[in-house]
């Protein structure tokens, strides 16, 4: 079955780094369109960063853009989140996200993660 696991949040100092995961079964995130989301309280979920099934290409927001790497490991089916240089903003529920013909929209539980001191 399709299922999306996002793991490494937690809270962290400004300035602070923190490596998030997505671990994906029942499809090939090689063969996906992967996205992370983000959604801080009360306010609504935002595009965070893409990587292209074909070709890897990636897309950042401009918020992040500089401080955040988007890749996947093929090997371990797993896409990745490097967020570093992490302010009080980027305080939020990250949510990995996958599309592909075959399985539609799918989405993970989420992982919060706190920057604060």
């Known amino acids: 079955q399709v299922q999306l696991v996002e793991s490494g949040g937690g809270l962290v100092q400004p300035g602070g780094s923190l490596r998030l995961s997505c671990a994906a079964s029942?499809?090939?995130?090689?063969?996906?369109?992967m996205s992370w989301y983000r959604q801080a309280p009360g306010k609504e979920r935002e595009v965070v960063a893409t990587?292209?099934?074909?070709?890897?290409?990636?897309n950042y927001a401009d918020s992040v853009k500089g401080r955040f790497t988007i890749s996947r490991d093929n090997a371990k089916n797993t896409v990745y989140l490097q967020m570093n240089s992490l302010k009080p903003e980027d305080t939020a529920v990250y949510y990995c996200?996958?599309?592909?013909?075959?399985?539609?929209?799918?989405w993970g539980q989420g992982t919060q993660v706190t920057v604060s001191t």
């Open positions: 996200s996958a599309y592909s013909l075959r399985i539609g929209n799918s």
């Open positions: 029942g499809f090939t995130v090689s063969s996906s369109f």
């Open positions: 990587i292209t099934s074909a070709g890897g290409i990636t």
